[in-house]
């Protein structure tokens, strides 16, 4: 269970940082806002982790490569991955580490940009995902 509560955190933060548009961003410019810089990067791993094809470009599903390669993410695994786009037309060589910062820098930002709790984090690591209300937010974050 220790294990599963871990991994559900990670992508918790992930699908955080690609669904919440950033402070001041205009309703309607969140597709533009989700496939650049850092958000980007998390998308293609989402693809890395749940597109896999075969080669004859059938679904390829694996809960093991799911699992390994979340737990690479977690500690921050120097091992170089190849993420490319569902069309091809974009592949990036990067590391789980640069993943692992491209998830914490944003989500460090939005929850320094809006904060139900008195005491904001120094740094996205120290973040701890908490199931609270969400009437506290009320139309706040919408």
Known sequence: ELENGRLFRLISKMSMVQCQPPAGAV????????????????RLFRNYLFRQRTDQGNPFLSISHVISSLNK?????????????NDDRTVILATYNDIKSAINKPLACLFNNFSPWSAKPETASNIHL???NPALFSNACL
């Open 27 to 42: 309703l309607g410019q969140e597709q533009s806002w989700s496939e650049s810089g850092e958000r980007r990067l998390v």
């Open 73 to 85: 993410l977690d500690v921050g695994s120097d091992e170089k991955i190849i993420l490319n786009s």
């Open 130 to 132: 908490l199931f609270i």
